[in-house]
């Protein structure tokens, strides 16, 4: 039963995350949006600053769903995936970087007795890529608190590397969404027949299954359930 309800909160959690996005971004976000819209329209240079935005945002633990779904708004689906991606590959690398550096004993103590630092230690301890990819590929575990646990564990740069290209599946979900935000907000008014909400329905159940999914091998490997 707590499996069973923490799923389904995790998948909830994603959605609602996803709908409330989609209506900042076309009510109190928009003129924001509006004004980030220098990134799009500066070619390599405005691609460039906002992956150094996105690398800012990761060390200051914003939630790395909002960029990612920013990067579709802004650039479409294909350059806002490979710029979600990208971005959150590098944001990863400075806050492990400067924990396992600076802060590993001090933070350490902190910390030590949390659930997800101690599942996080042991998965490494058995098998570190697996570990980094799983955790990546899931919706559900929060993006800056890996970036900063994983600093804590002994998994290798190697591993944590090649590990991270696990975030290329959550960077394509919230990217596309991202990119279809404008287009279902205007939709919302009328000018869309059933095919096109049929379509939606469709991109809704796969997310569904994929949170599902991803949530479920995850957990299968990782002693993670005292997080969800």
């Not at 396992?100 to 910390?111: D, L, Q």
């Not at 990546?136 to 991270?164: A, C, E, H, Q």
Request: charged residues 15%; contains cysteine.
């Amino acid at each position: 039963m707590k499996k069973s309800n923490g799923a389904l909160l995790g998948i909830a959690g994603v959605l609602g995350g996803i709908a409330l996005t989609i209506f900042l971004t076309q009510t109190l976000f928009k003129p924001i949006i509006q004004d980030m819209e220098w990134f799009a329209n500066n070619g390599i240079m405005g691609v460039f600053a906002f992956v150094i935005l996105y690398i800012i945002l990761a060390v200051l633990c914003a939630p790395a769903s909002f960029h990612k779904f920013i990067s579709g708004v802004l650039f479409g689906f294909w350059i806002g995936w490979g710029i979600a991606f990208i971005g959150a590959c590098l944001g990863a690398i400075i806050p492990f970087w400067l924990m396992r550096r600076y802060a590993n004993n001090w933070v350490g103590e902190k910390i030590k007795s949390k659930p997800m630092v101690d599942a996080l230690k042991e998965a490494v301890s058995k098998d570190g890529l697996r570990c980094v990819f799983l955790t990546r590929v899931s919706l559900i575990l929060p993006y800056p608190l890996l970036n900063y646990g994983f600093g804590l564990t002994k998994v290798t740069w190697k591993d944590f590397m090649i590990g991270n290209t696990g975030m290329i599946i959550p960077s394509v979900l919230y990217a596309w969404w991202g990119s279809k935000a404008n287009e279902i907000g205007d939709s919302i008014g009328g000018g869309k027949d059933w095919t096109y909400w049929a379509a939606m329905l469709v991109s809704l159940l796969l997310t569904v299954w994929i949170i599902y999914y991803l949530r479920k091998i995850t957990l299968e490997h990782i002693a993670l359930d005292s997080e969800n």
